[in-house]
């Protein structure tokens, strides 16, 4: 039975219910903002290649992308607030295995395992604050939700540096352990209930079919670059993956409650911040891994100096986030995204034109540009994933966009990798051509891409180290500005159709009366 509260109970409820769920996304961002930073430690730890560290990063983003659809519908049957709580037991449990992690692999399945819990908790972030909270109020949470993605980006790669130059790389992980036991006391405290009356079954055939396909692609995104693009391993993998999708896409169809809604697509503005989801992980969040690695592998500073530098991006991306939050209710959703992702690609292509002379002040202004890019970005972002949909559907439209956020994110890195590992080979090949290392190109890429330039140096004769240090520098910066390219190209791309496709009208007004064609509103139970 639903117990009566007086007036100002269910206010200061609703507010605490805001600060559960901004922690525990704090937590899920400044986790992958940590990681960046302390890649080269935990590569140089153990011996790791490049590939490695990509797992170390996608598995992580496979495992959220792979549930976050079925963590959502869960969260509609089962109750919004418990499957939080569940998935933050989760996430401490994956942070402190992959604290204690004694290979490459284990961390990679540790981190796997981190993402189980993290799916259940971005699942139903959004979910829950946009069933607790209408009209003004929902702006200010969305806005206050949207100021902490930049505060965890502002301060993730200082704190990752000194933890990881301080202490141990291991203590990236070890420092969620507190901040998930806030979050879950909170919760468990605070947080009122909610679930969906109408939602159906957990499609499991479109769990498996979904997970299994981007699973094939990502493996296939990755193994291209060390063996290829024809070796057979890849095809095959890329192959059976797009059967899988398309597998998917008649399950959904086919099926009377699936886990995700294909009919959600009509509407342009959903569709647009699908795109934007995808777009803005696969752009700078995805090439930020390669300029960690440029800057301690290439550059030679140390964790905690490489965090520093990428305050210029943090720090614009906070400032950035907390404005655009204070005029969303003035500006249309088009007019913040869509130039935002314009602001986006002129910062990447600011961040490229490096060349072996390039000092860390190159990407001030590439840095700084493109956190104005991405702070316009997030904090509306969050609208149009929930924005446009009855809230009764809101588990289920938040899982889908950020599911799309762990795709762009597992299949740019992924992508993006590979086409750096051809690229440094190719340039090396070229530029060592003649040489008495030229034999051996192909093994000093895999040094240069696996952070073992110094060790190939001091291998090689004397009269040939000048040369291969030039060459393994101008291929590096060379790679690292053709995948910066891409990224840029990708964000303008997404910036088009985005001002495009998003309207205005698509957006439901909360806590009005539903309309005939919508499902009815559910109303929270009482804890």
């Not at 490049?50 to 996608?58: A, F, K, T």
């Not at 699973?215 to 995104?221: C, E, K, S």
């Not at 994933?385 to 809101?394: C, E, N």
Request: charged share 10%.
């Amino acid at each position: 039975m639903t117990q009566h509260v007086t007036e100002t109970e269910p206010d200061k409820g609703r507010w605490w219910t805001l600060v559960a769920v901004c922690t525990g996304v704090f937590m899920l961002l400044l986790d992958v903002t940590i990681v960046n930073v302390a890649l080269p430690d935990i590569q140089s730890q153990f011996d790791a290649s490049l590939s490695g560290l990509q797992w170390v990063i996608d598995a992580y983003a496979l495992s959220l992308a792979a549930l976050l659809l079925t963590a959502g519908s869960l969260a509609d049957i089962y109750g919004r607030r418990k499957v939080f709580v569940i998935g933050t037991a989760l996430f401490t449990i994956g942070s402190l295995l992959c604290g204690i992690a004694p290979s490459i692999e284990f961390l990679a399945i540790a981190r796997a395992g981190q993402g189980i819990g993290g799916a259940a908790m971005f699942a139903t972030s959004l979910a829950i604050l946009g069933t607790t909270y209408t009209g003004k109020d929902r702006g200010v949470a969305f806005g206050a939700f949207g100021a902490t993605t930049g505060v965890a980006v502002a301060i993730g790669p200082v704190l990752g540096g000194i933890l990881t130059s301080g202490l141990s790389w291991r203590w990236i992980f070890f420092v969620n352990l507190p901040i998930c036991l806030v979050a879950m006391f909170i919760s468990m405290t605070r947080v009122q209930e909610s679930r969906n009356p109408y939602a159906g079954r957990p499609d499991w055939v479109g769990f498996a079919t979904f997970s299994s396909a981007l699973g094939l692609l990502v493996f296939g995104l990755i193994e291209a670059g060390k063996d290829g693009w024809g070796d057979t391993t890849v095809v095959t993998s890329l192959v059976v993956s797009g059967v899988l999708l398309a597998a998917f896409v008649v399950s959904q169809l086919l099926q009377k409650d699936p886990m995700f809604d294909l009919t959600l697509l009509k509407k342009p503005t959903f569709t647009a911040g699908l795109l934007a989801a995808f777009g803005v992980s696969a752009s700078i969040f995805s090439l930020l891994t390669y300029i960690v690695i440029y800057l301690q592998n290439v550059l030679g500073y140390s964790a905690v100096e490489t965090g520093v530098r990428l305050l210029f991006l943090s720090a614009a991306t906070f400032v950035a986030s907390a404005v655009t939050g204070r005029f969303m209710d003035h500006v249309p959703t088009k007019w913040l995204i869509g130039p935002g992702f314009l602001v986006l690609g002129v910062g990447l292509l600011l961040v490229i034109g490096i060349d072996p002379g390039s000092s860390w002040t190159h990407l001030v202004p590439g840095l700084i540009v493109s956190g104005v890019g991405v702070g316009m970005i997030n904090p509306p972002l969050v609208s149009t994933a929930v924005g446009v949909v009855a809230p009764a559907r809101a588990g289920m439209a938040s899982g889908v966009n950020s599911t799309f956020r762990q795709v762009g994110i597992a299949t740019g890195i992924a992508a993006l990798g590979s086409i750096f590992s051809h690229q440094v080979a190719a340039g090396l090949q070229d530029k060592l051509a003649g040489t008495p290392v030229a034999g051996q190109s192909d093994q000093i890429a895999d040094a240069v891409t696996g952070g073992q330039v110094a060790r190939v140096i001091e291998a090689a004769p004397p009269a040939v180290r000048p040369t291969l240090v030039d060459a393994a520098t101008s291929s590096f910066v060379d790679a690292l500005n053709h995948i910066g390219l891409i990224a840029a190209v990708t964000a303008f791309a997404v910036g088009a159709l985005c001002l495009v496709l998003i309207r205005q009208r698509d957006f439901h007004v909360h806590g009005a009366p539903a309309p005939v064609a919508e499902e009815p509103q559910e109303v929270p139970t009482s804890a």
